[in-house]
């Protein structure tokens, strides 16, 4: 598995609940004239007047005003778009109108503006821009949150509407589009309790409770874990084996955490990683390693082990109240699986193969041990570092050799390249918009006509105030409703290499791949061309929103298109040919080891989501059964343990890491109908732009993709492509 799926954590657009989103200045009533005097006293009303978050957005393209917002502005604006809300939905309740799609199910769709507005901006400062405050104002918000969602989903006379809508879709004569609005609104109330009875209900909503702050502080204390941990070095001989590059940042890590004249290395991605690669201290390497397997598990006040059992008891608790044997069951309805069977069925196939490749590796890999005259056996935290002599031996090529080819810059430029060249798209710098931070870069994105598509926002590097790994946000989605088109807002955030002060950021293959494929799910955001919040854009199943950034990854590798972008970043030449093979072929390369890293979260993932009782389970005794249970070998760790799985604890991903896999599947299968015509053939680009990326959740996955690919996916190009089988 790629290293881009460690980094990509939880891409916080999947599934947004239904009351989140948009743009204030084109909706009548959503700016602050116009409204009833606020039943509040003279303060609160000031800080309204005061709140630019509760006035039309005056900036180009309405983007929210960065520059404007202050974090005490959110709390507020959260609580005046949950009571413009309610009278909305109180409005829908009491017409005196039959309910139709039209009055009941699109005027539901379109409620709530202002708190999905708000909400899509906080939650994007919280992931990138955060601060304690922030923290502490999220736990505020939570609550208001859920119980908000609660209040529509458990309102009995607004489900009877939605019921009576339900009840007769057969004869409305609904579009595609609107029977699948339909779908997820009904499907929404029915898990929100709508058919429990009230004693029930009550029991869901203090579970909603509960487990939206325990998934705070799950999160929370992994953001703390990750800022705790230094390895201060003050010997320049512990520094044997790594890179200039690396040395510098961690000379600068070190101005910046107070050990000026010392190199500091941190848990964050690009200090751990060249680290276990390339540090020739096999103590120190461990240092670092134990460091980062151990975070939430410290028997702390940082310690996840109580907190996440807490999680999937009440999860277990929750499901039971809808009939389900267990949260696996719950989630996988609703996505493209359907049924854990099918899912343990690939992550098995493919383990098996998996797991005999990585054997093979480690026995590789001692060999070299022994071969220098080592006399230890293997461990985790050996593998990146000898992985990497290895493939130097064999492929003469190491990270440093592409590096100065992958510029953060014409890295960006490459991804622009291609979706001009598949879709037309143009990408124009703005620089008179407002930002959250110096380091955003703001594009206009428009059609090959000149006709706006929407505004994106790269941030692309890593900060105490922002949170590990690569994501993508919605500050607006894209919707026509009303004659009136709104367009999308999107941002592309990462933790890449930084600049050092002589030389531009460079990029190792990892995040060049990551960058591309974060910007798919732009792209899948940019493109969408929905008219129901429910279905536009990225709301789809969370094991169908890789497709669109997973296939992206594909063309970064082609000559074709590394030839454009891939310029060393002192001389402008063209990355030779002979590296670019190389490569290729390094692509196939411990592969056994990411396979299997990635399989075994996967499965850990499954196996706490169908486990019985989990409130009487001991997390370690657990987790150390369910890997021996596949025969995980000693030499490699899950690519998560528990206690930091944040994308099963604390984000969306509970059931679903299985999703990458499962996503790239269909990616491999997607690409390969590039390959069997032509790399940017512009039929093909079409049916994936018109079938997949414009059409969001409006369909049926397994459908759309038919509809692009003419047949189901076979696994087939996949195991080619990953060197699982032979071609
Ligand atoms: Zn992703």
Redesign the pocket.
Known sequence: MKK??SE?IN?SLVLMAFFCTILLSVIPGCSKTGQPPEPQPQPMEKAAEDNPLLSAFDTPFQVPPFDKIKEEHYLPAYKEGIKRQKKEIEAIVNNPEPPTFANTIAALDKSGLLLKDVNFIFKAMKSANTSPRLQEIAKDISPLKSGHKDDILLNAKLFQRVKAVYDQKDRLNLSEEQAMALEKYYKDFVRGGANLSPEQQDGLRQINKELSLLQLNFGDNILKENNRFELVIDNEEDLAGLPKAVIDTAAETAVKQGHKGKWVFTLHKPSLIPFLQYSDKRELREKMFKGYINRGNHGDELDNKDILIKILSLRDERVKLFGFNNHAEYQLDRNMSKKPEAVYDLLSNLWKRALALAKKEAKALQELIDKEGGTFKLKPWDWWYYTEKVKKAKFDVDENLTKPYFKLENVRDGAFYVANKLFGLKFIPMTNIPTYHPEVKVFEVQEADGSHVGVIYLDYFPRASKRGG???NSLRDQIRFDGKEITPVVTNNGNFTKPTADTPSLLSYDEVETLF??F??ALHGLLSNGSYYKTAGTNVPIDF??LP??IMENWMSEPEVLKVYAKHYKTGEVIPTELVEKIKKTKKFNQGFKRVEYLAASILDMDWHTAENPAQLDVDTFETQSLNKIGLIPEIVTRYRSTYFSHIFSSMYSAGYYS?IW?EVLDADAFAAFQETSLFDQKTAQSFRKNILEKGGSADPMTLYIRFRGAEPKIEPLLIRTGLIEE
């Open positions: 881009k799926i990509t891409h690569a994501w993508m494929h974060e798919g799910h929103v890789e950034s997973q990458y996503a």
